[in-house]
């Protein structure tokens, strides 16, 4: 086991929304801002679900323009890094990231589908260029080969990102699936790898776990695992489970505990493992789809399960929720 210090990534602010229908107040974004400050998180990111620029009418609409939850987030964050979400095709470079700049932001997350780290060049050079801490996510990473990951993980690398986060969005790998990826991608990058997990197979923690063994520096978390479906691994967790195997976060134990004790209070709804986000996680699709699927399910008289089998064939992303209905139709008209 590593011994190394990891940075964990609080993903709670920007993840969670997911869970509330990108719903967060100012009063909760500054009341768990605080408490992860306070416990020593690296990092606390903080926005919509799907990141700058996503709120629509289509995805979910925030109840918070992305520059005030920014600034409120910032002006309560003393020590941790202030971070937001980036996917370009919905954060612009001219107007997005330079508002984001603007309010203050540490570190960017650049993220893109697996297979398209080349959209996300431009976006990388940009935030690199005004002198903020920019990373590379690739999302629905199950969905490529681990040789093809690597080679999308080193555009991300060439264009400037000073990590690279492998993303398992709908929850389906299994510990040795993040070893062999991990592990290929410490191997051929020169800066630091993360994961975040989700757990809809209940993996999340252990597939952590075995992404640290394998060379992971960043991991990825929210509280109580607050985030979309079957939701993320859970931040006090993992700084339980890493500070068990001697593994150094930097951050205090107890205050975290206590963040995750009043959790429920401050966002009113954690996530669980259901049936429907098991599904989810056995077909590869993301769990946020959960809601609409189980929506359209009803609507059409379906199994919803048998839509995610089918979404899962035809290999849907997040942005797809169209697809929803017309899997559902299609069903329908079989029987």
Same mark, same amino acid.
């Given at each position: 086991?590593?011994?190394?210090?990891?940075?964990?990534?609080?993903?709670?602010? &920007?993840?969670?929304?997911?869970?509330? &229908?990108?719903?967060? #107040?100012?009063?909760?974004?500054?009341?768990? @801002?605080? +408490?992860?400050?306070?416990? /020593?998180?690296?990092?606390?990111?903080?926005?919509?679900?799907?990141?700058?620029?996503?709120?629509?009418?289509?995805?979910?609409?925030?109840?918070?323009?992305?520059?005030?939850?920014?600034?409120?987030?910032?002006?309560?964050?003393?020590?941790? +890094?202030?971070?937001?979400? !980036?996917?370009? %095709?919905?954060?612009? *470079? $001219?107007?997005?990231?330079?508002? @984001?700049?603007?309010?203050?932001?540490?570190?960017? &997350?650049?993220?893109?589908?697996?297979?398209? !780290?080349?959209?996300?060049?431009?976006?990388?050079?940009?935030?690199? $260029?005004?002198?903020?801490?920019?990373?590379?996510?690739?999302?629905?990473?199950?969905?490529?080969?681990?040789?093809?990951?690597?080679?999308?993980?080193?555009?991300?690398?060439?264009?400037?990102?000073?990590?690279? #986060?492998?993303?398992?969005?709908?929850?389906?790998?299994?510990?040795?699936?993040?070893?062999?990826?991990?592990?290929?991608?410490?191997?051929?990058?020169?800066?630091?790898?993360?994961?975040? %997990?989700?757990?809809?197979?209940?993996?999340?923690? !252990?597939?952590?776990?075995?992404?640290?063994?394998?060379?992971?520096?960043?991991?990825?978390?929210?509280?109580?695992?607050?985030?979309? $479906?079957?939701?993320?691994?859970?931040?006090?967790?993992?700084?339980?489970?890493?500070?068990?195997? $001697?593994?150094? #976060?930097?951050?205090?134990?107890?205050?975290?505990?206590?963040?995750?004790?009043?959790?429920?209070?401050?966002?009113?709804?954690?996530?669980?493992?259901?049936?429907?986000?098991?599904?989810? %996680?056995?077909?590869?699709? *993301?769990?946020?789809?959960?809601?609409?699927?189980?929506?359209?399910?009803?609507?059409?008289? *379906?199994?919803?399960?048998?839509?995610?089998?089918?979404? /899962?064939?035809?290999?849907?992303?997040?942005?797809?929720?169209?697809?929803?209905?017309?899997?559902?139709?299609?069903? !329908?008209? &079989?029987?």
């Amino acid at each position: 086991m590593s011994s190394s210090n990891i940075l964990l990534y609080d993903t709670t602010l &920007r993840d969670g929304s997911h869970a509330i &229908r990108h719903q967060l #107040t100012k009063e909760q974004i500054v009341r768990y @801002a605080r +408490l992860a400050d306070s416990a /020593g998180v690296s990092v606390v990111e903080v926005g919509h679900g799907i990141g700058l620029g996503a709120s629509s009418l289509q995805i979910g609409k925030s109840l918070l323009s992305d520059e005030k939850m920014l600034c409120a987030a910032r002006e309560n964050l003393k020590n941790a +890094l202030l971070g937001v979400h !980036a996917v370009p %095709g919905y954060a612009t *470079v $001219g107007k997005d990231l330079a508002k @984001a700049i603007d309010c203050g932001v540490d570190v960017i &997350r650049v993220a893109a589908q697996c297979t398209e !780290a080349d959209t996300t060049e431009q976006h990388i050079s940009y935030v690199r $260029g005004k002198g903020r801490r920019v990373y590379g996510g690739l999302m629905m990473s199950h969905m490529i080969s681990p040789e093809m990951l690597v080679q999308e993980a080193l555009k991300m690398e060439s264009y400037g990102a000073e990590g690279v #986060t492998i993303l398992d969005s709908a929850g389906t790998f299994l510990p040795d699936d993040v070893t062999e990826r991990i592990g290929l991608l410490t191997n051929a990058l020169k800066v630091p790898v993360g994961f975040h %997990g989700h757990n809809n197979l209940g993996m999340a923690i !252990a597939n952590s776990l075995a992404a640290v063994e394998a060379g992971a520096h960043i991991i990825d978390g929210s509280i109580c695992g607050f985030g979309g $479906g079957a939701g993320n691994s859970s931040i006090e967790l993992l700084t339980a489970v890493f500070a068990k195997h $001697g593994i150094n #976060t930097g951050v205090d134990l107890y205050k975290m505990l206590d963040a995750a004790d009043v959790a429920e209070e401050i966002f009113s709804v954690l996530p669980k493992i259901t049936s429907l986000s098991i599904v989810s %996680g056995l077909s590869g699709v *993301v769990s946020v789809f959960s809601k609409p699927v189980a929506r359209a399910a009803e609507l059409y008289n *379906v199994d919803p399960r048998d839509i995610f089998i089918e979404l /899962g064939r035809q290999g849907a992303v997040a942005g797809q929720e169209d697809l929803i209905v017309e899997v559902a139709q299609a069903l !329908a008209g &079989r029987e």
